[in-house]
């Protein structure tokens, strides 16, 4: 069974299912709160909207009310939800910069007139998830008020509020006790009863302090976290944080299943298809920065590829690693179902880094990926350029 690949332009990926073999077991004692079961789909404000807190200069842009009541409308009118991005996530700076005088968590009364309650009513009014950033210190990344020393009346507000998943940053505290920390409010979030996504970003912090990160306990008590540094809208940062995980694939990758997840971070603005496939084959969360309401055709076509978003969402929930890389070619493979007696299938992820802008024809077999079934392979293609579909010939 031999491939031949001509990738078109150095943004050219594709991916390609294989039905196959081997297996692997995968049994780790993960979170038991029934969510995420599949990596986490919906919208994050932080890539596209960070701080911007002025809302007289930045009307439409501003981290307010409006702008995620507006990103819920969008998720359902653009068809979004319907492929399942369904959570709506508010990052930092949504606080007012003190507590009330009762101590309690305010949101900014100026851009969330109505209420943190309000909005997560709204936001389930259009079907869908509610979700909202805090951090496990004094102070979030921002400046403004952490959970440290309130975590449990805290949490008994995200409650009230009916919060479906909760994104706990790591600014303003000691990374020494994370462990303890977090699984602590792991606990609490258990103790309510109800069920939020926990994303927990704890690696993200002691990975920066080059300590010996404990995976084994996070995916016990978080669904899903941050191994790195935040993302950026561009090429070169999608490609770093894929090489980091590739580079730390052999400890990570075990780690991630139904209910647990490592995460890259979000779907930039201008997404790729290179991003799109190498999140797939990492079983990533796929949770989009991005402004919905203007959306170029091209990333839109990216973020609404069922047959992706399927490798994305596989029930088996293995994450793929990288299993290739020759002249600026990586390949990344990923077990997913359909399994035929005891065999996995498997999504592969061509992504060419040349920068020659030609097409650049590249042989590979099956086989040389460790894809050697003796009964062969099922073929199917899917997200391809137009001059890559022409240009990839499959000879079985
Ligand atoms: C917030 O609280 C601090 C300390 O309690 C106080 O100094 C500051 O003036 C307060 N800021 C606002 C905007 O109320
Ligand atoms: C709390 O943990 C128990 C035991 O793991 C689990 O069965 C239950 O579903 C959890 N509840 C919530 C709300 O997370
Ligand atoms: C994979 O399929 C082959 C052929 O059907 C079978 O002999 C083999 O036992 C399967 N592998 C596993 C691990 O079940």
Request: proline share 4%.
């Amino acid at each position: 069974m031999m491939k031949k690949y001509h990738p078109d332009t150095m943004l050219n990926s594709i991916a390609v299912t294989v039905a196959a073999f081997a297996v692997l077991l995968h049994g780790v004692t993960c979170l038991d709160n029934g969510l995420a079961l599949t990596p986490p789909m919906g919208w994050l404000a932080w890539q596209r909207y960070r701080c911007i807190t002025d809302c007289v200069t930045y009307p439409d842009e501003c981290v307010s009310e409006k702008l995620f009541m507006n990103a819920a409308d969008l998720l359902v009118s653009e068809g979004y939800a319907d492929l399942g991005y369904k959570y709506v996530i508010v990052d930092d700076c949504w606080l007012s910069k003190n507590r009330s005088a009762d101590g309690k968590l305010e949101a900014d009364k100026t851009r969330f007139p109505s209420g943190i309650k309000a909005l997560s009513d709204y936001v389930h009014s259009k079907g869908l998830k509610f979700g909202l950033y805090q951090d496990w210190g004094e102070k979030t990344c921002a400046g403004y008020p952490g959970v440290l020393g309130n975590e449990e009346s805290d949490i008994k507000q995200f409650v009230e509020w009916e919060v479906d998943y909760i994104k706990l940053d790591g600014c303003y505290s000691d990374v020494r006790d994370m462990d303890k920390g977090y699984v602590e409010f792991g606990k609490l979030l258990n103790k309510t009863g109800r069920p939020m996504v926990y994303s927990c970003s704890w690696p993200a912090y002691q990975e920066d302090k080059g300590m010996r990160i404990n995976y084994a306990l996070m995916a016990k008590h978080c669904n899903l976290w941050r191994n790195y540094g935040d993302i950026d809208d561009s090429w070169t940062s999608v490609m770093s944080i894929a090489d980091y995980f590739a580079l730390k694939q052999e400890f990570w990758a075990q780690h991630a299943g139904p209910g647990h997840w490592n995460d890259p971070d979000m779907a930039i603005p201008s997404v790729s298809k290179s991003q799109m496939a190498i999140w797939a084959v990492l079983a990533a969360p796929l949770l989009m920065s991005n402004r919905l309401s203007a959306v170029r055709p091209e990333f839109k076509e990216i973020l609404q590829n069922a047959e992706v978003i399927k490798v994305n969402q596989d029930a088996l929930g293995i994450q793929g690693t990288r299993v290739f890389r020759d002249k600026g070619i990586d390949i990344w493979t990923r077990p997913v179902e359909p399994v035929h007696r005891g065999n996995y299938s498997y999504a592969v992820a061509f992504v060419s880094r040349r920068e020659d802008g030609a097409p650049y024809p590249y042989k590979i077999t099956l086989e040389d990926l460790g894809l050697n079934h003796h009964i062969g392979y099922t073929i199917k293609r899917f997200f391809l350029s137009r001059k890559a579909l022409d240009a990839l010939v499959l000879d079985c």
